[in-house]
């Protein structure tokens, strides 16, 4: 069969400017490039700045995951000014970076992924007129469903901190708000609206104790199979065409995964450190290889950035993030042997290369590591195990089976807040190293701040895309998606769908262009147009 | 039914973001019920790659209809006024803008990125960024002042960081259902609908404002946080207390101080160190005045107000 080259640009639906070249042979993707197409330079604009200057300016990097940047910034300023902060801070925090997760939930599920299950790619399928009635854009029945309720949760958002997205609440020593009685109870209210109209009778079927039930991949199987009302949910009904289309088949990825953890338990960390970040989180910290079934706990000494092949003039050494300088290259030549993107390859100083993601997060929470109290859930390692590996379908069902444990937490905030107790107390301001980590709807985040002199001297960033669309290292190896497009099969050169699956499964924060080229000669052939 | 296309330069899709959170009429509404075409979104819009490149270069050629071009984001210049940090659908974001600019009926600037330049245009401005029409409050932005859409109109901005969704979605809905010509606009084209009164007006802590009770620290559920902790509500031109955020408060109410962010000198003072969250002053007097109000003014009212004010303002009004 013919070498096929295709040249798309751009795929779309997945926030941002995103380039991705692959090499096809024989209809199956056999090599592949991710290049992040657009610099701002929010570190640079932060030198010099007001110590909290990232308060304001870092949600404003993505206004996708506002609050969780917020809540990194936060954190930061904490563990460098050594600040104490009281328990109903934690909580907010918490409820806030909850909410704008539960918020992405529907969004992405409908606005973002479920779009392709309506292409015309999948006619065959015996699933695809019931997939077109829910999920067409703007008309399908739980498209607009899923979309406008979207807008609910972050009501809460909006009574902690005034709007989302977009506020900076959450300040060292902790968040601006002081909730009342009637805040809290409408909060309960809206979180109650979100599980009533959509959570139970739309996406699952049944209740979320029944859901919660399910522990393994047997009993995931059971459960579908329990009632009509669970085969027909939307998440019966993805679950079922997802396998009868074979999205199960590829998207692996490296099958290595990483978190930060999240969630600071409100009595286990008010005087925070980088240190002691790790055994005060809810949802624990870790790294996870499929390749020897280990976990372990991940720290952020362990972290480093590689500028190789990145459009930055800053050497081709592994270097920590708080050793960044952070120097674009005025010239942004497209060279895939050379630099080819603006975001740099991370990497675990002595593992290499991650995935990171809500899939990511529930192979971590399905280890043994951490602290006993801690949550553990084994359901989509068990899948992960059962399934013979990862695919970007099972990628999806981490991501939302993540709902309902993110449902349970927000209910857990609004039930601890202490109404009469303090909710911030003034920090000392001072000179230090501080790092703020979380987990972002779509996977790890964290930032490193140095505060010299009462003003900002080193301010850096690795979001979860950084992790997942970096290009090659020095050693050559491929990032993540990188990665996960290899082996994926294009059965339509016109209407390449499954390159635009693998890189939505990722829900990174970036838009696509494919490129593919000669797998052979490296040699880009014939333009190819569409229809 | 009017055609829109929204595109996204230097942005955080954090306009978009807001736009999905409209309820009256919400996103999907738009589409059904007022007959709106959207031609393509970044994240809704269906075609992609040539498909989309042919859609772009309809509209550029006239064989498509573009009635509403919406733009969030910067128009990033760099580097050295190329565009080429910022490329999409194969070339630099910003050919892409001066080519519809060019043939759209209406043009919006949704944002600060948009409007002024907002985050990314920050000191440095390491990505040359401007707004479509200005750069901060001087006409100074990528199309030049004497831009016109083919209605006749500059560039209609609607600035926030972000834009509320009502803002966006209620202008987007009087062009498309022929009022496009009523939107009045004040001098830095902003829809005077919006952008008259101030986001103090309907402000919770208005009492504490009148008598001059100030919010010391954070979490408090009392006092002004216009006198010490950089409240930017008496100068900022927004409804963000008529029409509130998320239907449910907005900032001040929360707690927050008002950053300014409709203004063009949105982050103030370039957030240089000992500007965030601090009211500035001198002599123990903001530097920043309420609009209009003068110094000799300012020292009268609050000697006044200081001393008129009742025990109830100290106390926790909005108690839990």
């Known amino acids: 069969m013919a070498v096929q080259t295709l040249d798309i640009s751009p795929v779309g639906r997945v926030e941002g400017d995103l380039d991705v070249r692959v090499e096809i042979d024989n209809g199956v993707v056999t090599n592949a490039w991710t290049q992040a197409e657009l610099f701002r330079g929010f570190e640079i604009i932060l030198r010099d700045k007001d110590p909290q200057a990232g308060l304001v300016v870092t949600p404003r990097a993505c206004g996708i995951c506002g609050a969780s940047h917020l809540t990194c910034a936060a954190w930061a300023l904490d563990t460098a000014w050594q600040t104490t902060v009281p328990r109903n801070a934690i909580l907010a925090r918490n409820l806030g970076q909850l909410v704008e997760s539960l918020q992405s939930q529907p969004r992405y599920f409908y606005g973002l992924y479920a779009i392709d299950l309506t292409n015309k790619k999948y006619r065959g399928s015996r699933f695809y007129d019931e997939a077109c009635k829910r999920f067409a854009p703007f008309t399908g029945t739980s498209y607009e469903t899923g979309v406008t309720i979207s807008g609910k949760p972050v009501e809460i958002y909006a009574l902690l901190g005034g709007q989302w997205p977009h506020s900076s609440y959450m300040v060292p020593g902790g968040v601006m708000c002081a909730p009342t009685l009637a805040d809290i109870t409408r909060s309960v209210s809206l979180l109650e609206y979100f599980k009533k109209n959509w959570l139970e009778p739309i996406w699952l079927g049944c209740s979320l104790e029944r859901y919660e039930q399910i522990k393994t991949y047997a009993d995931f199987n059971a459960w579908l199979e329990e009632s009509p009302a669970h085969l027909n949910s939307d998440l019966g009904l993805y679950w079922r065409m997802g396998l009868d289309i074979g999205l199960d088949k590829y998207g692996a990825g490296l099958g290595k995964y990483v978190s930060w953890g999240y969630l600071p338990h409100e009595d286990k960390y008010q005087k925070p450190t980088i240190e002691s970040r790790n055994s005060a989180v809810i949802m624990k910290s870790g790294i996870y290889d499929g390749a020897t079934g280990m976990h372990k706990l991940m720290s952020q000494e362990f972290a480093r950035e590689n500028t190789s092949h990145a459009w930055y003039e800053e050497g081709s050494d592994n270097v920590h993030p708080f050793d960044r300088t952070t120097k674009p290259k005025s010239k942004n030549h497209i060279d895939f042997n050379g630099a080819y993107s603006w975001a740099t390859a991370v990497s675990h100083m002595d593992i290499g290369r991650l995935e990171a993601g809500p899939f990511a997060r529930q192979m971590v929470a399905g280890g043994t590591h951490g602290e006993a109290w801690q949550h553990a859930d084994g359901f989509i390692l068990d899948a992960y195990k059962q399934m013979g590996g990862a695919s970007l379908h099972l990628r999806q069902l981490a991501r939302m089976h993540e709902t309902v444990k993110l449902y349970r937490q927000a209910e857990r905030c609004l039930r601890e807040f202490r109404l009469n107790e303090p909710w911030y107390i003034k920090p000392q301001e001072r000179d230090g190293r501080g790092w703020g980590a979380t987990e972002a709807a779509r996977g790890a985040l964290c930032h490193w701040i140095e505060v010299k002199g009462g003003k900002i001297k080193n301010y850096q960033i690795v979001a979860p895309t950084t992790w997942n669309v970096g290009p090659r290292d020095h050693q050559g190896r491929r990032g993540p998606i990188e990665e996960a497009l290899i082996g994926a099969p294009i059965a339509d050169p016109t209407d390449p769908v499954e390159v635009g699956h693998v890189a939505r499964s990722f829900d990174s924060c970036l838009v696509c262009t494919v490129h593919a080229h000669d797998a052979k000669t490296g040699k880009e052939l014939a333009r190819f147009k569409i229809g | ?320």
Not at chain 2, 128 to 142: A, D, M, V
Not at chain 2, 217 to 231: I, N, S
Not at chain 2, 254 to 276: K, N
């Open chain 2, 1 to 320: 039914m009017a055609n829109l296309l929204w595109l996204q330069g230097g942005a955080c899709s954090g306009n978009t973001m807001s736009f999905l959170n409209a309820e009256e009429p919400s996103a999907c509404d738009l589409v059904t019920d007022f007959g709106i075409n959207v031609l393509w979104h970044p994240s809704l819009g269906v075609e992609l790659g040539d498909n989309l490149q042919r859609l772009l270069n309809d509209c550029v050629s006239g064989n498509t209809p573009l009635d509403i071009f919406v733009f969030e984001g910067s128009v990033v210049n760099a580097p050295n006024g190329t565009g080429e940090w910022n490329r999409f659908a194969g070339k630099p974001m910003k050919q892409w803008v001066k080519a519809l600019s060019g043939v759209a009926t209406f043009v919006v600037a949704i944002g600060d990125c948009a409007t002024w330049g907002g985050i990314p245009a920050t000191a440095p401005n390491p990505s040359e960024s401007q707004g479509l029409q200005f750069l901060k409050r001087n006409h100074g932005g990528f199309l030049g002042k004497e831009f016109r859409s083919k209605a006749g109109l500059p560039v209609i901005n609607i600035p926030g960081c972000p834009a509320h969704p009502d803002w966006i979605t209620q202008i987007v809905v009087a062009v498309a259902t022929g009022r496009g010509g009523e939107i009045g606009l004040d001098e830095l084209q902003r829809p005077k609908t919006f952008f008259q009164s101030f986001t103090q007006t309907g402000c919770t802590r208005n009492m504490h404002f009148a008598y001059k009770v100030s919010a010391t620290e954070f979490g408090q559920r009392k006092g002004c946080l216009y006198y010490d902790l950089g409240c930017r509500g008496p100068m900022t031109h927004s409804p963000c207390n008529r029409i509130l955020w998320n239907r449910q408060s907005s900032k001040t109410r929360s707690g927050m101080p008002c950053l300014g962010c409709t203004e063009p000198e949105f982050p103030f003072f370039d957030l240089a160190p000992g500007t965030v969250f601090k009211t500035q002053t001198v002599m123990g007097i903001p530097k920043d005045l309420p609009t209009g109000v003068d110094k000799k003014g300012y020292i009268a009212l609050t000697g006044a107000a200081k001393n008129a004010a009742p025990a109830w303002a100290e106390q926790d009004m909005f108690i839990v």
